[in-house]
């Protein structure tokens, strides 16, 4: 976007300030130049970075110019779909060369997890701002390089944690900073997710027609293709990504760490397995439980597959116990259930918003302003709840209490630091930090 399109576009911004640019202009000032529209492309296009596209395409400043995915049987799919709506797009197998588009403005990111690094820092190095899905890399290593990427080019980076956009989660914790929950020493965040099933072993074979498998891979071990670790269920593998710890974890955690204002742990231990489903496919752990030791209170993080009865009748949520009260969270809404005799009960308000929507136009409004402060996710955050994540993961991989050096971004345990690093394959090398 050229200086001409910024200057109209802040000047524009001074009629909505504070209210968030799009949802307040009046329609007279909808019908937008091209050539101060967004050039907006997305890598990765399947699941959550069709979603995030669609989201911002709600704005009348962005606009989608091209597309890019290893599988071109999605690609037509998204492309068609566009098309239908008027818009003629360009579509690429290989990211890098759609980032060599000096017409496009920002990129969203909704890859697998182990390609996000890559993706990310080669995206900002080509001068492109970035929506980047969670978890933000797929080890400690690659956060860091993502967080000096961004800090070197001073990029607008934004992280798909989209519930930071949503009201109701703002009021829930402006509220435990009130004070009125007393001492909270437990937080407890937790994802039982009855809906997953065990996934069935199936043989290695080809790749379905259309798919560039070598591409999906990237910088992970290279392995015979399995239709279990390919689109959805790349979750469940590490090689790809983290499971529940990551997947969910990353949500709700963060809240949690923002309720308590916290940093990184002092310590963490982790206990599970594949309790529920000991001899299907998946790699990572069915059931979790991770303590993570911080000065003077803990956050304890629990996952289940297979089962919806979570804590306190929820299937996933964020709880703050205090002395007078638990303040119980989640993307429904928030509510308090007091100590007897303590305090007052306050009633669930819930969610009115849509919190991906909010977050799509917060990271367009920030493309506009340049103001990089105004993020409601900007990559350090994205960081710091990644990396308490996969804190959590080496501990469960270990079986070890570990200590965590958060000066020296090391454990006390030289097993521990194996897992700080993601090991890249295929002529990939992970970018420096």
């Keep these: ?40 492309a997305a890598i990765g296009i399947n699941g959550m970075g069709w979603a995030d596209l669609t989201a911002m395409l709600k704005s009348p400043y962005a606009q ?18 566009l098309a239908q709506k008027g818009q003629k797009v360009q579509t690429y197998s290989d990211y890098r060369k759609l980032l060599e588009d000096k017409t496009i403005d920002a990129v969203i990111i909704g890859t697998p997890d182990h390609w996000h690094c890559l993706q990310m820092t080669d995206a900002v190095s080509a001068g492109k701002d970035v929506y980047v899905e969670k978890p933000i890399g797929n080890s400690i290593a690659e956060i860091k390089a993502m967080v000096a990427a961004q800090e ?15 009201q109701h989660f703002k009021d829930a914790v402006a509220f435990v900073h009130s ?9 407890k965040a937790w994802a039982y997710m ?20 070598a591409a999906w891979l990237g910088p992970a071990e290279k ?26 974890g990353v949500h709700l955690l963060d809240y949690a760490l923002l309720g308590m204002k916290a940093q990184h742990p002092l310590s963490v231990m982790a206990a599970g397995g594949k309790f529920a489903y000991p001899d299907d496919a998946a790699e990572t752990p069915d059931t979790l439980t991770t303590v993570y030791e911080f000065d003077g209170f803990n956050i304890q993080w629990e996952h289940a597959t297979g089962i919806d009865g979570g804590p306190y009748g929820r299937d996933h949520g964020i709880a703050f116990i205090g002395n007078n009260g638990t303040l119980v969270l989640d993307r429904g809404g ?7 005799g303590k305090m007052e009960a306050v009633p669930r308000t819930p969610s009115v918003d849509n919190g991906l929507d909010k977050h799509a136009i917060n990271f367009l409004d920030v493309i506009k302003s340049r103001k990089l402060t ?47 690093a993601a090991d890249y394959h295929n002529g990939y090398k992970l970018p420096k930090a």
């Design 152 to 166: 070197r080019t001073q990029r607008v980076v934004q992280v798909g944690q989209w519930q930071r956009s949503q």
């Design 64 to 81: 989608c110019v091209a597309l890019c995915d290893v599988d071109s049987n999605v690609l037509q799919k998204r492309a068609g779909e």
């Design 194 to 213: 009855g809906w997953m099933h065990s996934i069935p072993k199936q043989p290695d074979g080809n790749p379905p027609p259309g798919v560039d498998y």
């Design 223 to 248: 392995r015979p293709f399995n239709p279990n670790r390919f689109h959805f269920n790349f979750r469940w593998y590490w090689d790809y990504a983290g499971g529940l710890m990551t997947d969910w």
């Design 1 to 40: 976007m050229n200086n001409s399109r910024r200057h109209f576009i802040r000047s524009a911004s001074t009629l909505v300030a504070g209210a968030g640019l799009v949802s307040a202009l009046p329609s007279s000032l909808r019908a937008i130049a091209p050539s101060d529209k967004i050039n907006i």
């Design 179 to 187: 004070g009125k929950l007393g001492q909270v020493r437990l937080v």
């Design 374 to 420: 105004d993020l409601n996710t900007p990559i350090q955050a994205g960081a710091h709840v990644a990396t308490v994540a996969q804190l959590g993961n080496i501990a469960y991989k270990t079986g070890r209490k570990l200590h965590w050096n958060s000066e020296k971004e090391r454990f006390d345990s030289g097993a521990a630091n194996k897992f700080l």
């Design 334 to 340: 928030w509510e308090v259930i007091p100590e007897k």
